[in-house]
């Protein structure tokens, strides 16, 4: 039988008293886009933190392609491409450069370096830009390249915490549709937390909707929606689990935060 891409069990974790994340079983099948939705502190980033292996994962467990996350995180590590929410390019480096670095942080063999920083810019369709310096990308831009960042290394899985946020609605779907792209040319999984319910709607295969640390809802966006009524969408399903609204379009002081983070880091 083919090892799920990611099995979580009985995942947990406190940051005092707050239970960030509170008995999640997750499995995520290879070649899935997987979506984690929720509001703001469900526990989503905190769960990504476990699963690439940057939080300990006791009292539960993760597999990645069947690699124990705590008895092997450097394994682990070979297999995940990463995209935290933090601005991970630097302006002052071109393109090429920032992947680059990437592709010796990521131990990428000296001799295949340059053609896999060649092929990851080529992925996310900034050949044409690679050597002009980041500073002077857009925010969608700087998205790509930092999605060039984790592909250098060829992961089996590309784990993006909130890839869309602060951008217009084009710079959104040109990220999804290179997205979309690599997992279709390289059958990668892609584990993607968003608060768009449209985006995970549209580019998602299925999705598990947290809420204060719990997974209350899984499945494909089109069986959720239809479980709620006929005319139900994914928002809908998401306001029944939660109670919540969640931020619309405009995204609300945190992608304001994000996009100025961007701005100040690069300008
Ligand atoms: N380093 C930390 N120290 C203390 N509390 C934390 C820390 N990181 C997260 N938390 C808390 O844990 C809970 C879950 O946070 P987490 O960042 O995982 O949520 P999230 O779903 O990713 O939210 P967001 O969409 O805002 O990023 C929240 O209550 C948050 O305040």
């Not at 886009?33 to 703001?40: A, E, H, K, S, W």
């Not at 670095?101 to 080529?122: C, S, T, W």
């Not at 709620?228 to 939660?242: I, K, N, Q």
Request: charged letters at 25%; hydrophobic letters at 40%.
């Amino acid at each position: 039988m083919t090892e799920p891409a990611v099995r979580c069990t009985g995942l947990s974790h406190s940051f005092g008293t707050t239970r960030a994340v509170d008995g999640v079983d997750l499995e995520i099948q290879p070649g899935e886009v997987f979506g984690l939705l929720g509001p703001n502190g469900a526990g989503k980033t905190t769960t990504l933190r476990m699963i690439t292996t940057l939080l300990p994962t006791a009292p539960g467990r993760i597999a990645v392609f069947g690699v124990d996350v705590a008895r092997r995180r450097m394994a682990v590590r070979r297999l995940i491409g990463y995209v935290p929410q933090q601005l991970s390019a630097d302006g002052a480096l071109t393109g090429r450069e920032n992947v680059a670095l990437f592709a010796r942080l990521f131990d990428v063999p000296r001799a295949r370096r340059g053609e896999q920083v060649r092929l990851a810019l080529d992925l996310v369709g900034l050949a044409g830009d690679a050597d002009r310096t980041a500073g002077t990308y857009s925010g969608g831009m700087i998205r790509r390249l930092e999605l060039a960042q984790a592909l250098v290394s060829s992961p089996r899985l590309l784990v993006l915490d909130e890839p869309t946020i602060g951008l217009d609605p084009v710079a959104r779907s040109s990220v999804w549709d290179r997205i979309t792209a690599i997992r279709a040319a390289t059958g990668m999984t892609v584990l993607v937390t968003t608060h768009y319910m449209d985006e995970a709607a549209q580019y998602c295969d299925r999705v598990a909707l947290l809420h204060t640390g719990r997974v209350r809802a899984l499945g494909t966006p089109a069986g959720l929606a239809a479980g709620l009524g006929p005319e139900s969408s994914l928002d809908d399903v998401f306001r029944a689990v939660t109670g919540d609204r969640l931020d619309g379009d405009e995204g609300g002081i945190r992608s304001v935060r994000a996009a100025r983070r961007t701005a100040r880091r690069l300008g």
